[in-house]
T-cell receptor, first 112, second 113 residues
Framework: GEDVEQSLFLSVREGDSSVINCTYT??????LYWYKQEPGAGLQLLTY?????DMKQDQRLTVLLNKKDKHLSLRIADTQTGDSAIYFC????????????FGSGTQLTVLP | ETGVTQTPRHLVMGMTNKKSLKCEQH?????MYWYKQSAKKPLELMFV???????ENNSVPSRFSPECPNSSHLFLHLHTLQPEDSALYLC????????????FGQGTRLTVV
């Protein structure tokens, strides 16, 4: 079955880069997503990558996809305290939002 | 602000109560979803509605009853819940059920006592 795994916690210093990692099991995944959840809030779609890409950059965010190893990462450059949140990795085989499989989320804590 | 609004934000209910969660979106989307988020667990998809028709029910107990009167509104009716049903309930919407992007509401934090 489908499975998406993430580390539960990550702490970084303000100004450093953060790298949040995710592994998934289904090689048929077509889209892979990163969502951000701030305290008391819902999920905000940050970015997504199609499986035929290996990198996508959007301002401070860089997504790297290693399809061979089924490994997805989210790099946040110059991490700020406002980046403290839970980051969820998700994937879908069909490209359909109704078939998203989420990881358990990584709690990113940015230390001053 | 994603355009998906959920009310109430917090709800405490007894096991014998009946309550409803509400979700609305005015994004012009035709698909709406209910998810359950429990601590340290992945989000669980509960129900999918596409053009007001329920298209998925992921083995959700009947004490959870969804209702979608139109494409902009989605309800989750709750009755005789258990303490283990305490969780954050998230609503989401997308253009249709085959769309790539889903937009989430802020959730309703439900506590069953």
């Amino acid at each position: 079955g489908e499975d998406v795994e993430q580390s539960l916690f990550l702490s970084v210093r303000e100004g450093d880069s953060s790298v949040i990692n995710c592994t998934y099991t289904d090689s048929s995944s077509t889209y892979l997503y990163w969502y951000k959840q701030e305290p008391g809030a819902g999920l905000q779609l940050l970015t997504y990558i199609f499986s035929n890409m290996d990198m996508k950059q959007d301002q401070r965010l860089t997504v790297l996809l290693n399809k061979k190893d089924k490994h997805l990462s989210l790099r946040i450059a110059d991490t700020q305290t406002g980046d403290s949140a839970i980051y969820f990795c998700a994937e879908t085989i069909t490209g359909s939002a109704r078939q998203l499989t989420f990881g358990s989320g990584t709690q990113l804590t940015v230390l001053p | 602000e994603t355009g998906v609004t959920q009310t109430p934000r917090h709800l405490v209910m007894g096991m014998t109560n009946k309550k409803s969660l509400k979700c609305e979106q005015h994004l012009g989307h035709n698909a709406m979803y209910w998810y359950k988020q429990s601590a340290k667990k992945p989000l669980e998809l509960m129900f999918v509605y596409n053009f007001k028709e329920q298209t998925e029910n992921n083995s959700v107990p009947s004490r959870f009853s969804p209702e979608c009167p139109n494409s902009s509104h989605l309800f989750l009716h709750l009755h005789t819940l258990q303490p283990e049903d305490s969780a954050l309930y998230l609503c989401a919407s997308s253009l249709d059920a085959d769309s790539t992007e889903a937009f989430f509401g802020q959730g309703t934090r439900l506590t069953v006592v």
